[in-house]
């Protein structure tokens, strides 16, 4: 059977609905060790972006547009806000939504999202290499020994401890990878979303939130690393915390600390005043 445009995995049966969106060259299985408690407390809903995982290679340019419509539609026929929880990729996509959609989306948290201080050279000379030089370069490359190094390259790259990964975990990092026309459909909206990040206004952008905004960074992320939280003044609904033992995916790191980050504050109520000004119920 075809794989569907976008898959999406429900779990738990809370009256509340969160949204987790994973990060570039991963999918829904980057939340494997946190979805089961938070699925003790909320609805749960793990998407695999288009062009990642199970979903439908077939993706739409600009790449973070078509993702903020796909979560439009995902969330179209949940009668109360939704909370976001993104990672890398997915918090850009999360933040993107909550700033176009605010009066959709309750709660929204950022886990080490790019672009705060800026696009590093190195993504952005990548940007620029023409995709069938890139091409070129792996043809000669099996697929399987290709899936395999990328995989383990990007895994020690976006963890900090790579040794205390699993298989479940190990093959959310290598299932992008399974053939050439993956690896070039990644190659392709890699080189489109860093374009994309570059011309969008970040920190800007957190600081507009209409809403309770928690952002997350692993102390030893080499990808987003941590010193861009400074970028982020603090607010009343604005909060930053930085978890000691993680990289660039702390929900796999160091589970435990960003579910003792992140239960809180999504379990934290509303205010009267601002549940009233948004046409929000009072928690």
């Known amino acids: 059977m075809p794989d569907p445009p976008v898959y999406v995995r429900e779990s738990g049966t809370g009256p509340r609905t969160v949204v987790l969106l994973h990060g570039f060259s991963d999918h829904g299985g980057t939340w494997c060790r946190v979805e089961p408690a938070l699925a003790e407390r909320y609805r749960v809903l793990v998407v695999d972006l288009p062009g990642f995982g199970r979903s439908a290679g077939h993706w739409n340019a600009p790449v973070l547009d078509h993702y903020v419509d796909v979560l439009a539609d995902l969330v179209a026929d949940t009668p109360e806000p939704v909370s976001l929880i993104g990672n890398s990729l997915g918090a850009v996509a999360s933040l993107m939504f909550a700033s176009t959609a605010p009066g959709r989306v309750e709660k929204v948290v950022l886990a080490d999202m790019p672009g705060l201080a800026g696009i590093p050279r190195s993504w952005v000379g990548g940007a620029r290499v023409p995709l069938?030089?890139?091409?070129?370069?792996?043809?000669?490359?099996?697929?399987?020994?290709?899936?395999?190094?990328?995989?383990?390259?990007?895994?020690?790259?976006?963890?900090?401890?790579?040794?205390?990964?699993?298989?479940?975990?190990?093959?959310?990092?290598?299932?992008?990878?399974?053939?050439?026309?993956?690896?070039?459909?990644?190659?392709?909206?890699?080189?489109?979303?860093?374009?994309?990040?570059?011309?969008?206004?970040?920190?800007?952008?957190?600081?507009?939130?209409?809403?309770?905004?928690l952002l997350l960074w692993g102390a030893h992320d080499r990808i987003t690393p941590a010193q861009a939280a400074r970028r982020v003044a603090p607010g009343l609904h604005r909060r930053?915390?930085?978890?000691?033992?993680a990289g660039h995916c702390p929900?796999?790191?160091?589970?435990?600390?960003?579910?003792?980050?992140?239960?809180?504050?999504?379990?934290?109520?509303?205010?009267?005043?601002?549940a009233r000004s948004r046409g929000l119920p009072p928690q």
Request: aromatic share 6%; glycine share 4%; hydrophobic share 50%.
């Open 251 to 274: 929900q796999l790191d160091a589970p435990s600390e960003f579910l003792d980050a992140v239960l809180p504050f999504l379990d934290r109520g509303i205010d009267p005043q601002r």
């Open 240 to 245: 930053v915390v930085i978890i000691p033992e």
């Open 132 to 213: 069938g030089i890139t091409r070129a370069l792996s043809r000669p490359v099996p697929a399987p020994v290709m899936r395999r190094t990328i995989g383990a390259l990007y895994a020690r790259a976006a963890v900090h401890q790579p040794r205390h990964m699993n298989r479940a975990v190990r093959a959310a990092f290598t299932a992008n990878f399974a053939d050439r026309w993956q690896i070039d459909t990644l190659l392709a909206v890699g080189s489109n979303v860093i374009g994309e990040l570059a011309r969008l206004p970040i920190r800007e952008m957190v600081h507009a939130l209409d809403m309770p905004a």
